[in-house]
């Protein structure tokens, strides 16, 4: 409905109008007259103005003040990169029509600071979608409920793969890159989602840590489920499923700095000539202020002197700590086995997802590092060095701790095992599985010298848990123990790895033995 001074002969001529190019019509026209309108978005009321006669907007600062607000105060900046909302300058008609609009008829309900030509708008339909999308993700990410009528979520093909959907009228569809491949026909028969479908999907592709360039274009190539499932053997189960902790989690309630706008992608331009904070879009896993680097650097920086309980800490598991290196200290304070020189009150969670490592090195093999020992050799003994992954404690569950699950790494499914018990996300895969599935020509010590030698990556040994389920899967028939490397590793050096291998493949190739 409208206020008094849309008449329905006003709303008539203004459908008249509509035929017209909607740029030769004056921006503002409507607001000059005084013309607006009200919104009810979930019992919120919102006033709207109207640009180009017949085009809703409504103003970002009410929106946020009113609406989003509880969501954008919990929910980590990476749900907002998942959207492109644009939004525009209001002119000064367009600002004294605001004003009046809350002083006369809301009492300064949004806010006693006057709208200026540096406010900003967006269309209501925008903000209505923007709206469904957020209280989706919070009731998934915050409120932890989950169902299969949601717009989006996983399916879990018999109890392992995990390939995230979203809905498009009523039809689900995973995204293609998860089969391309392996069946490449399925082309034929494959769509493309945009917009909004496109949003959910990047939704639950953050939430699972897919790598952003496989989902960043402005179209993803997509195919049904029931035609995925005419692939697959008959008995094979699809089972709705959401993670219990995925990539991105809620930020702390008790966070301030949710500035006007940072949702949207603003103008390029600026409406005075006085400086304003510059329109970046949110970058996922970005450093969104001083705050956050500064706790990065205060969990992550190697402490000049160690504090009296650091000193304990090492003491109890048998170590000097006047003879540690630098390099050996951080992994250990990123291991959780030292605590770090925190800032009060500063939890691990505030910590911007690409940095919180979760790397676990051996205290026996610091020490024998220590004492000058080496470690025992073992039949099938790996040549090169490995870093220990310790005993985690663990929790009594029906739920195996450690298992063996496909993951997508650069457009490849391969089989992967969890770092720690119960988390499925942080992955790593064994060395000769690297080599079979990337580069089956490199001849495994070569891959070696390339990882260690060169580029300076870990490899772990899997502590009993890992070894146990490696074992049993037929992994450590080349070494036993199996060198593991992480796959955040993997995504880092790929270009770097895949580089040297053709360098390696432009020379006159020699017989390599290959891994089957």
């Not at 946020?64 to 644009?86: A, D």
């Not at 600071?113 to 009731?139: G, I, P």
């Not at 404690?393 to 391969?414: F, G, H, R, T, W």
């Amino acid at each position: 409905f409208f206020n008094g001074a849309a008449s329905i002969n006003g709303i008539a001529a203004a459908g008249k109008a509509a035929d017209a190019p909607q740029h030769d019509k004056p921006v503002d026209e409507e607001s000059k007259k005084g013309k607006f309108g009200w919104a009810d978005i979930e019992k919120v009321f919102l006033p709207f103005i109207f640009r180009y006669t017949t085009e809703k907007y409504t103003s970002v600062r009410m929106v946020e003040r009113k609406l989003l607000h509880r969501y954008l105060q919990v929910l980590p900046p990476e749900v907002n990169s998942c959207t492109c909302i644009r939004s525009y300058y209001i002119t000064d008609s367009e600002s004294k029509l605001l004003n009046e609009i809350n002083l006369k008829h809301t009492d300064c309900t949004f806010g006693k600071e006057a709208f200026t030509s540096k406010d900003l708008v967006v269309k209501l339909r925008d903000t209505r979608e923007f709206h469904k999308f957020l209280d989706l993700c919070h009731k998934k990410l915050v409120l932890k409920k989950s169902n299969a009528s949601d717009r989006c979520g996983f399916f879990r093909i018999n109890g392992e793969s995990v390939v995230p959907y979203t809905v498009k009228e009523g039809v689900k569809y995973v995204p293609l890159f998860y089969f391309e491949g392996e069946t490449d026909h399925l082309k034929l028969k494959s769509e493309s989602v945009e917009g909004w479908d496109l949003a959910y999907l990047k939704f639950c592709c953050k939430v699972q840590g897919i790598r952003n360039e496989l989902f960043a274009n402005d179209t993803c190539k997509v195919v049904a489920l029931d035609e995925i499932k005419g692939h697959f053997p008959a008995g094979t189960t699809f089972e709705d499923y959401w993670p219990a902790k995925g990539s991105i989690e809620p930020v702390p309630s008790s966070r301030h700095g949710v500035s006007a706008g940072n949702w949207t992608q603003k103008p390029a331009g600026q409406p005075s000539a006085k400086p304003i904070q510059s329109a970046v879009q949110m970058q996922p896993n970005g450093l969104q202020n001083l705050n956050q680097l500064s706790a990065l650097n205060a969990a992550y920086r190697l402490p000049q002197q160690l504090t009296a309980a650091q000193l304990q800490q090492l003491s109890l598991q048998g170590l000097q700590g006047s003879q540690m290196t630098g390099q050996q200290l951080q992994q250990l304070i990123r291991a959780g086995l030292v605590a770090g020189q925190q800032q009060p009150g500063q939890v691990r969670q505030q910590q911007p997802g690409a940095y919180r490592q979760q790397q676990a090195v051996d205290m026996a093999a610091l020490q024998r590092q220590q004492q000058g020992q080496a470690p025992a050799a073992a039949n099938k003994a790996f040549p090169g060095k490995l870093t220990q992954i310790k005993e985690f404690p663990m929790e009594k569950s029906n739920q195996p701790p450690y298992k063996l699950q496909k993951a997508l790494i650069d457009q490849k499914i391969v089989p992967c095992i969890n770092v720690r018990p119960y988390v499925f996300h942080d992955l790593m895969m064994s060395l000769p599985d690297f080599v079979k599935h990337f580069f089956p020509d490199l001849p495994l010590e070569k891959s070696r010298e390339m990882l260690q030698e060169i580029l300076k990556v870990v490899l772990y040994k899997g502590n009993t848990g890992h070894q146990e389920i490696l074992r049993q899967e037929g992994k450590c028939e080349l070494y036993d123990p199996v060198p593991l490397v992480l796959v955040k590793d993997i995504m880092t050096y790929m270009p770097q790895v895949k580089y040297m291998f053709s360098s390696m493949t432009s020379e006159p190739a020699n017989k390599r033995p290959r891994v089957n």
